[in-house]
């Protein structure tokens, strides 16, 4: 692939939790801004390349272990993962580095972002063609909402017994917390000559055109594919996709896009403040490309010659 991407990536969450801490609330920097990580965006990105028969190598996988008598629903560590998903009897017996390489290069999820393989006979990093940084949320007036529920079973730890001497009834309580609403803008950058050495090694043929659009395909289609208890209501909103020659190198451009909430049965305002600097290395830029839903949302753009299309049916609009 002959060029350079970056582009922004949009979540809207409403009556969810995008990406929760582990006080169960949504993340927060030390400020208090409300963000998600790239952790956060790219896990449905591989269960969704997972569910389509693609290799995923850094992904929980389950197994049945046993020890001292009882069986245990237990991890993969990354030895017996990467033997499962390349049919390896054991990667302590492979001496072939050459091999592990073109294998993880195999891997869908490596191809993308890169890999720490840190395993004995192969101590092995990957720097990713792909870069995603922390998405912020930039709508001000979020809030986390706390619900408690109610569970259908008796609290077995309870102890205590009513005046008739009866077991307490009481169920246990557990909570839910969600964003009443959130929207997280992402910044990423796509550099196709990141693996240049590793295709003089020959175990790879680089980032190729394919890569990149199945990971374009997925970064506008997974967060609403996955949906989780907590992750119902979590929708991809927004998608900007700015392909460059392979030596113009641009800023994060998540820092020129800013989020308006619509007033009530209004549509909501997402303005792209980077046209002066994409209308300056005009004839540098390829392609300009934006993804978003025009039912829920209107655009405020002037970036010359950009294509619009629908985020739910990828129809030009």
Known sequence: MNKRVYGVLGISSVMA????????YPKTTTSGEVFGSDKAFKYPMKKMWEDAGEKVLYIKSM????????TNLVPRTLKERYEQI????????????????????SAIDVKNFGATFAEEGANISITGAVQIGQGFNKYSDSEAQEQNILSPFQDSKAKDKNKDGDEAKNSTLGTKIVSDEAHYFYPFAINSNVYNSFVEMGVTQGYTEEDYQKFKNASLTAA?????????????????????EEDLYLPNLDKYISFTKGEENQKNLIEIQCDKLLNSV?????????????ETTQLKCDIEDVAYFNIFTMQEI
């Open 17 to 24: 939790n995008w990406n929760a801490d582990f006080s169960g």
């Open 63 to 70: 197994k049945l272990a046993e020890n001292k008598g009882e």
């Open 86 to 105: 390349f049919h390896v009897p054991d990667l302590k017996k492979n001496k072939d580095v050459s091999q592990i390489l073109t294998n993880l290069f």
């Open 224 to 244: 609403t594919s996955y949906a989780t208890n907590s992750k119902l209501g979590c929708e991809n909103e927004f998608g900007l996709f700015v392909e460059t």
């Open 282 to 294: 005009r004839k540098r830029i390829k392609s300009v490309e934006i993804y978003y839903n025009p």
